[in-house]
T-cell receptor
Framework: AQSVTQLGSHVSVSEGALVLLRCNYSSSVPPYLFWYVQYPNQGLQLLLKYTSAATLVKGINGFEAEFKKSETSFHLTKPSAHMSDAAEYFCAVSDRGGNTPLVFGKGTRLSVIA | EPEVTQTPSHQVTQMGQEVILRCVPISNHLYFYWYRQILGQKVEFLVSFYNNEISEKSEIFDDQFSVERPDGSNFTLKIRSTKLEDSAMYFC?????????????FGPGTRLLVL
């Protein structure tokens, strides 16, 4: 069965600093990987996804993630944090394409300090 | 941009009462999902629904839970007799159907508190 581990329930960065949110997964087959963001009082919004094409995936709002099979990781990065990036970020995995259930990590709350 | 909506945003109920959580998926989507997140825990899959029947369900989705698409726009989750441990944020999601359509679009959630 798949699982997702997000290291750090809370990450705090200064405005303009690098954002790095960590996600490790386990899957017995090539996975589909997702990052979702949740802003206060809103739903989960897809940031980006990996579906076995390019290993470096670019998403919305300047975020990107790199799939590293050898490390079973899919860390999310952004070169320069903005105050508006403060939110909860969720990594999720599916071992099948199409309309299959997602397995989520516990989430990482990102705070951005002015 | 089309979005998934959920009502109510908050619901407080007494243990043993029935609750119905409502969702309006994106209009051309055919696959619907319910997930929940107990405070401090992971978002967990409950059930998926396609072509008027349950496609997959987790072990959490026992006989106390049911889903329905009563009309062409709403998708509901019913909990027949709520327990304290049902207190959670419930997320509805929808997506296009097919192997190439893995993206699920989530609503803002309903926070359910069982007293």
């Amino acid at each position: 069965a798949q699982s997702v581990t997000q290291l750090g329930s809370h990450v705090s960065v200064s405005e303009g600093a690098l954002v790095l949110l960590r996600c490790n997964y386990s899957s017995s087959v090539p996975p589909y990987l997702f990052w979702y963001v949740q802003y206060p009082n809103q739903g989960l919004q897809l940031l980006l996804k990996y579906t076995s094409a390019a290993t470096l995936v670019k998403g919305i709002n300047g975020f990107e993630a790199e799939f590293k099979k050898s490390e079973t990781s899919f860390h999310l990065t952004k070169p320069s944090a903005h105050m508006s990036d403060a939110a909860e970020y969720f990594c999720a995995v599916s071992d099948r394409g199409g309309n299959t259930p997602l397995v989520f990590g516990k989430g990482t709350r990102l705070s951005v300090i002015a | 941009e089309p979005e998934v909506t959920q009502t109510p945003s908050h619901q407080v109920t007494q243990m043993g009462q029935e609750v119905i959580l409502r969702c309006v998926p994106i209009s051309n989507h055919l696959y619907f999902y319910w997930y929940r997140q107990i405070l401090g825990q992971k978002v967990e899959f409950l059930v998926s629904f396609y072509n008027n029947e349950i496609s997959e369900k987790s072990e959490i989705f026992d006989d106390q839970f049911s889903v329905e698409r009563p009309d062409g726009s709403n998708f509901t989750l019913k909990i027949r007799s709520t327990k304290l441990e049902d207190s959670a944020m419930y997320f509805c999601a929808s997506g296009l159907a097919g192997d190439s359509y893995e993206t699920q679009y989530f609503g803002p959630g309903t926070r359910l508190l069982v007293l």
